[in-house]
């Protein structure tokens, strides 16, 4: 099943693994956040941006929109179809229900560790917890295979400061307009640009981050998690059937399919909320909200809420815009799990909003 999927899995986990920039000595940055500063990162706090509404496509950048939207749709579209098929084809052999709750367990334990984890808390500081709580998240981020906890957030951060413009790690949008160039802006921003070459002085963006011991360790463990996720659902299956084929199974569906599973809604939220969805908010970029990747990805793809208030651990901002992981974040502020949980008021979301 997907055999391509599951060996650049691996690929790309072997390269994250060898990036060096890791190594780089600590650097100390100074920031304005009221400024979009093109030279500097921004660091913790929500950016105040000026907002360019971007409603009037002209024909030919609707055109080039519309290549896009169909590109996006089948690529996206084959493997989760290719998912359920051999789903349904091996069960009762190859697949049953044992495997769908280890394949459920660990996708919905990686997942919030990206969701929750690297993004909310690591990225944008929506909240604040213990350090106990710290190294849980940053282990179950690492175990998606995305990468150290400190690489992933330069990145991400680099995004934000740069979203849909030179700069940016992965927007659809920056690759020309003909068939192939939409092809390609396709395959970049869904995960081509993972095997570009990082830019140099990325980790300039995570200074403060690298100020602490406890995610500098945990970001250099980050091949030992690997190794963990991979090892907890084959344990999970041996012990349950208590049979190797059960331990390979768990392996298969809990460790390799998972992880290509988690890639791809990761993916997903680089290239399908950038491209599909609406738009309620005026923001700089093509941030859409996607409320079939918000289920998928546990929130995440309610993206235009997000990139207008960016240091909010909710983004599901509507009663009905389900955000699983700012569900997850209130209840454990409920039992002091986190506090100091940031979430805009009605009058600045209703500032925001499109006229």
């Known amino acids: 099943m997907h055999i391509l999927s599951l060996f650049s899995v691996f690929a790309f986990s072997f390269a994250t693994i060898l990036d060096l920039d890791l ?189 602490d011991k406890l995610v500098r360790k945990m970001s250099k463990l980050f091949p030992f998690w690997v190794l963990v996720g991979l090892a907890l659902p084959s344990l999970l299956g041996g012990l349950i059937t208590m049979t190797w084929m059960g331990a390979f199974l768990g392996f298969l569906w809990g460790g390799l399919v998972r992880i290509c599973f988690v890639h791809h809604v990761t993916w997903s939220i680089n290239s399908v909320c950038h491209i599909w969805g609406a738009q309620p908010f005026s923001t700089n970029d093509h941030s859409k909200n996607n409320p079939i990747m918000g289920i998928f990805a546990m929130g995440e793809g309610w993206h235009n809420n997000h990139h207008a208030f960016q240091s909010s651990a909710r983004h599901g901002l509507r009663w009905w815009q389900i955000d699983v992981s700012y569900l997850i974040i209130w209840t454990m502020s409920k039992v002091g799990l986190v506090y100091d949980v940031r979430v805009p008021s009605k009058e600045r979301i209703q500032a925001k909003l499109k006229s």
């Open 23 to 211: 190594l780089l000595p600590m650097q100390t940055i100074k920031e304005n956040p009221q400024k979009r500063d093109k030279t500097k990162p921004e660091m913790i706090n929500e950016p105040v941006l000026e907002m360019q509404p971007n409603d009037s496509l002209t024909n030919h950048e609707g055109t080039t929109m519309t290549k896009l939207k169909i590109v996006n749709l089948i690529a996206i579209a084959t493997p989760f179809v290719g998912f359920l098929v051999a789903a349904i084809f091996f069960w009762g052999t190859l697949f049953n229900s044992v495997q769908l709750a280890i394949f459920g367990l660990m996708y919905f334990i990686t997942t919030i560790g990206v969701t929750i984890g690297y993004h909310r808390l690591f990225t944008h500081s929506s909240f604040k917890t213990s350090r106990c709580m710290t190294g849980i998240l940053a282990a179950f981020g690492s175990m998606a295979v995305e990468g150290p906890v400190l690489q992933w957030v330069a990145d991400h951060r680099r995004h934000h400061q740069c979203s849909d413009e030179d700069g940016d790690p992965h927007s659809p949008h920056l690759h020309g307009d003909g068939v192939l160039e939409t092809l390609r802006g396709m395959w970049h921003a869904h995960v081509g640009w993972m095997l570009s070459p990082r830019p140099k002085k990325s980790m300039r963006y995570v200074g403060d981050l690298r100020k």
